[in-house]
């Protein structure tokens, strides 16, 4: 009995497994994990508390026979199919974000305050939250809009009768919103990963249980079916791969250090990690948040008129432009993919001129082997970055539109509609996971516990 039990524990166990272990039997970081499960459990009980007068077998409806509301509704963490007061998720605090991240750099007063620290992030902060308020009421607002134009509800509007339960549901999710922002931040001050990401990963991962039966309810077939998994665990190994994929522009630095009362020069290497997909998942947000509006637009705009040619070019329009539940058009998945790719250019190269990588080097007495210091370091740098960034933009723009392909390749999948979770969401929960995987590592790091991410 003893020399098996001292088998046993001689077989290692895996190395997730076992930081699973450790992690658990720290009380510091047990209560760190508790934490974060307890605050998501909170948000699934909110993204489940309607907004009052809510028909939901109209919304049933409108869901299975519009794309447009899934792809809202994957952005929502689910809480839109259930129009909760949780409906907008933190898609409103997020576009906030980036609206700030791309005005730091062109005002100012903002460009001062991200220099001064701690403090000045913090105010950066305090701002980002400011707009996320009405950007939550003119989200709110139009989301109400296409659910009427949709037929899920009735009654939108801020004239007669119509007024009060219209600001009444835009300032309870607006409200719902900002509480989700306050969980988010709570997971990332009190738990483990950031907060905003885990909301968004929360919310996908709730969606993944009634993915199967509809699409089986369906009757694609069996073949359809593997063949789509095949080409989904293909499409996540690859999502891995290029999130993890890095360039390392080698670094030596120099140093003075006086010793025995003599002079004595030093240096030491290391390198600057340049990411493939330096800007995640935000050139998809942007390229969808774009794309959909043509066919919004040309919607309503075909609702309040007779004039015949207004009528038929809007049509058009939603043709293009409006994944409604058969195959999408390839205007629509041509636009996607050059859009994602133009952003994701563009966010890299204003999050890259924001760090000053060359001139913070420099000042640390740095250098890239081979390159002069200054301007000729940035520009290197510059270069890199760019050609790198092509196989990252190629790549988004492929995760971004592989559901509306998927039609094309498997025969059986002409619903779009099917296809719950997207390229998006999957590159949103790989990129979660990882950055989880790395807080908790670097948590158990610094109890020198071995690491589990090779």
């Given amino acids: 009995?003893?020399?098996?039990?001292?088998?046993?524990?001689?077989?290692?166990?895996?190395?997730?497994?076992?930081?699973?272990?450790?992690?658990?039997?720290?009380?510091?970081?047990?209560?760190?994990?508790?934490?974060?499960?307890?605050?998501l459990v909170v948000f699934r009980f909110v993204a489940h508390v309607p907004i009052p007068g809510v028909d939901r077998a109209l919304l049933e409806q409108a869901f299975d026979n519009n794309a447009l509301l899934g792809l809202f509704n994957l952005f929502s963490g689910g809480a839109l199919r259930n129009l909760s007061v949780a409906a907008l998720g933190v898609y409103p605090f997020i576009t906030a974000q980036i609206i700030m991240n791309l005005l730091v750099p062109i005002v100012p007063s903002l460009q001062a305050l991200s220099r001064e620290g701690e403090s000045g992030r913090n105010r950066i902060q305090l701002y980002t939250h400011y707009a996320a308020v009405p950007m939550s009421i003119v989200q709110g607002y139009a989301q109400l809009v296409i659910l009427e134009q949709s037929g899920a509800i009735s009654g939108i509007g801020f004239t007669g009768p119509e007024a009060l339960p219209t600001i009444s549901a835009v300032i309870s999710m607006m409200a719902g919103t900002m509480f989700l922002v306050?969980?988010?931040?709570?997971?990332?001050?009190?738990?483990?990963?950031?907060?905003?990401?885990?909301?968004?990963?929360?919310?996908i991962v709730a969606g993944l249980p009634t993915l199967f039966p509809s699409i089986v309810s369906q009757n694609v077939g069996w073949f359809s079916i593997a063949a789509m998994v095949v080409i989904g665990v293909g499409v996540l190994a690859a999502i891995v791969f290029v999130q993890e994929a890095q360039r390392r522009i080698p670094v030596q630095y120099a140093r003075s250090v006086f010793k025995?009362?003599?002079?004595?020069?030093?240096?030491?290497?290391?390198?600057?990690?340049?990411?493939?997909?330096?800007?995640?998942?935000?050139?998809?947000?942007?390229?969808?948040s774009i794309v959909i509006f043509p066919p919004v637009a040309a919607d309503f705009v075909r609702n309040q008129t007779?004039?015949?040619?207004?009528?038929?070019?809007?049509?058009?329009?939603?043709?293009?432009?409006?994944?409604?539940?058969?195959?999408?058009?390839?205007i629509f998945i041509i636009t996607v993919f050059v859009l994602v790719m133009i952003f994701t250019f563009f966010y890299t190269l204003v999050v890259f001129q924001q760090q000053n990588m060359a001139e913070n080097l420099q000042k640390n007495g740095g250098f890239v082997p081979g390159i002069r210091p200054g301007r000729p370091t940035a520009e290197y740098i510059m270069r890199v970055l760019v050609r790198i960034t092509w196989g990252g933009a190629i790549f988004l723009g492929f995760v971004a539109v592989v559901p509306y392909l998927l039609p094309y390749v498997v025969t059986g999948f002409q619903n779009v509609n099917s296809l719950t979770l997207s390229g998006t969401g999957l590159l949103i929960m790989v990129g979660v996971v990882l950055d989880t995987m790395r807080q908790l590592e670097s948590q158990l790091m610094m109890r020198n516990y071995e690491g589990f991410i090779r």
């Fill in 260 to 288: 025995s009362g003599r002079m004595y020069r030093q240096s030491g290497q290391s390198h600057i990690p340049l990411k493939v997909n330096s800007a995640g998942v935000i050139p998809l947000i942007f390229a969808f």
């Fill in 182 to 203: 306050w969980l988010g931040e709570l997971i990332t001050e009190n738990g483990i990963g950031n907060g905003i990401s885990l909301i968004i990963f929360g919310g």
């Fill in 306 to 330: 007779d004039t015949e040619w207004v009528v038929n070019f809007s049509t058009v329009i939603v043709d293009w432009f409006g994944p409604t539940g058969s195959v999408v058009s390839p």
């Fill in 1 to 39: 009995m003893a020399s098996r039990a001292a088998r046993q524990q001689q077989v290692p166990r895996p190395r997730l497994l076992q930081a699973v272990i450790d992690a658990f039997q720290q009380p510091d970081i047990r209560q760190k994990l508790f934490i974060t499960l307890g605050l």
